[in-house]
Each structure stands twice: as structure tokens, then as C-alpha cells.
């Protein structure tokens, strides 16, 4: 694993929790937005620690990323003036032991 400085919890920003994303807790994966500039081996050591944190041993055994391009928007009103993006944000989608769960996530 690499030697990393940031904590984990800057590493895993917040779980994705919508309908989609809970049926994906049954296959024993569990998406995640994480850091930009985070990889697969800081993503699956910031899970683990965190779940170890919590008295909750774990073993992640694939994660998947993606990065998700921000949309374009514009006002109301002043459709001209007011035009923007959203910023990209970066997904990971990580897959667990077979019996194992993270029960932060599960409860939600």
C-alpha cells in the first residue's frame, strides 16, 4: 500500500446513497464520492482503516473509479449572464469480502 499523508477521512469525502447504490450493498458494493486525485490503493486503505476504526474488520477486494463530469448551468432569468459549470467529482465503487458489510451505510 502506498504511504500516504492524508487522513482517510479526506480520502472518502461521503457515501452515494440512493436507490440504485443500495441494491449494490447486496453484491457487497459500496460507491463512494472520493478525493480527485485519490487511486484505487489510497481509496481501498481509506475504507479499511475507517471501517477498522469502528471495530469493524474488513477486506475491500476491487474498486472501481470513474470521474463524472460536471454539468453546465444558467440562471433563470438572466440566461446570458448568469452561466456556470458544476465541478467534476470522482466516484468509486468498492467491492467487499463476501459476508462482510459496512454498517454506516447499511443503516441509511
Known amino acids: 500500500m502506498s504511504a500516504t499523508t492524508k487522513s482517510p477521512y479526506q ?3 461521503r457515501p452515494i446513497v440512493t436507490e440504485k447504490t443500495m441494491n449494490g450493498g447486496v453484491e457487497n458494493k459500496y460507491t463512494f464520492v472520493v478525493a480527485k486525485d485519490a487511486n484505487k ?11 477498522a476504526d469502528a ?18 448551468r444558467q440562471g433563470r432569468f438572466f440566461k ?5 459549470r458544476t465541478s ?14 459496512i454498517e454506516v451505510v447499511e443503516g441509511v
Open 11 to 13: 480520502i472518502i469525502v
Open 41 to 51: 490503493y489510497e481509496i481501498a486503505e481509506a475504507v479499511e482503516r475507517i471501517q
Open 55 to 72: 471495530k469493524n474488520v474488513i477486506n475491500v477486494i476491487a474498486v472501481n473509479t470513474m470521474v463524472c463530469k460536471g454539468k453546465s
Open 80 to 84: 446570458r449572464a448568469n452561466k456556470g
Open 88 to 101: 467534476d467529482w470522482k466516484k468509486a465503487i468498492v467491492t467487499l469480502g463476501p459476508g462482510q458489510a
